[in-house]
């Protein structure tokens, strides 16, 4: 509880450097002219994370231990999905409840289905070890959240995450205000969309086949060699992110 509450007065601590939204005063930022515009949140990230995890593994060195599998097809057999029925049910009504709620998403809904999942199985103790189980219902409730995210924008306008967010900013630029007239003014429009959501499954599905082989040998390659292109990846994510782009 105490690093807890330690971690939240230094988010707060962080989040208070800059300009203030009301006065306009400066706080904290020490004569240096880049933090009055605050901290903004994804180099903040890529710095806590990102490059900490990159300097770790690069003192670690290469200590990997040989993996002896391979990937055919999608990964998974027949019976272990039938196996997971009530599972994927489950969790996937739970991401499309969470994904109808604005702000909520994927990111709470897949925590939720996991920990109901969880709550649910007769062995506890193998979760948090790669359990099956829990890759199901984290995925397939991350999956409809998107779904159940479209609901709110389409009929309300209301975003229901940053996916939805830069889709309705899409429409608005074009002049289609979605909402409650949606439906009935736009039908070409919500059949596209129908229609682009459906194919997007397929699509991914179909590309998965080849991606988990291609993924497969990347990470079963060296270390150093998948290291040296991390520092690269976030540099650029710092530099496109908007607040640092402007």
Request: hydrophobic share 45%.
């Amino acid at each position: 509880m105490l690093k807890g509450i330690t971690a939240g007065f230094i988010g707060l601590a962080i989040g208070m450097v800059g300009f203030a939204p009301v006065d306009g005063l400066e706080r904290y930022t020490f004569g240096v002219l880049e933090l009055k515009g605050g901290i903004s949140l994804l180099p903040l990230i890529m710095g806590l994370f990102a490059i900490a995890q990159i300097l770790s593994e690069i003192r670690a060195g290469d200590q990997r231990k040989d993996m002896n599998f391979s990937v055919r097809g999608i990964g998974i057999k027949f019976a272990e999905f039938l196996a997971n029925k009530w599972n994927l049910l489950r969790s996937s009504l739970i991401g499309i409840a969470f994904g109808i709620l604005p702000g909520l998403g994927s990111g709470t809904s897949n925590l939720v289905a996991y920990a109901q999942t969880k709550q649910a199985s007769k062995d506890k103790k193998k979760f948090g070890k790669g359990a099956p189980e829990g890759i199901y219902a984290s995925e397939s409730a991350n999956t409809a959240a998107t779904g159940g995210s479209l609901i709110p924008m389409l009929t309300l306008g209301i975003p229901g995450d940053t996916v939805t967010a830069i889709l309705l900013g899409g429409f608005m630029i074009h002049g289609i205000q979605p909402g409650p007239l949606f439906f009935a003014e736009n039908r070409d429009i919500v059949n596209v969309v129908f229609i682009a959501f459906f194919r997007r499954y397929f699509s991914c599905s179909a590309f998965s086949v080849v991606r988990d082989e291609i993924l497969y040998t990347s990470v079963n390659g060296t270390k150093r060699i998948l290291i040296s292109g991390h520092p690269c990846t976030v540099f650029y994510r710092c530099i496109c992110y908007k607040h640092i782009f402007v």
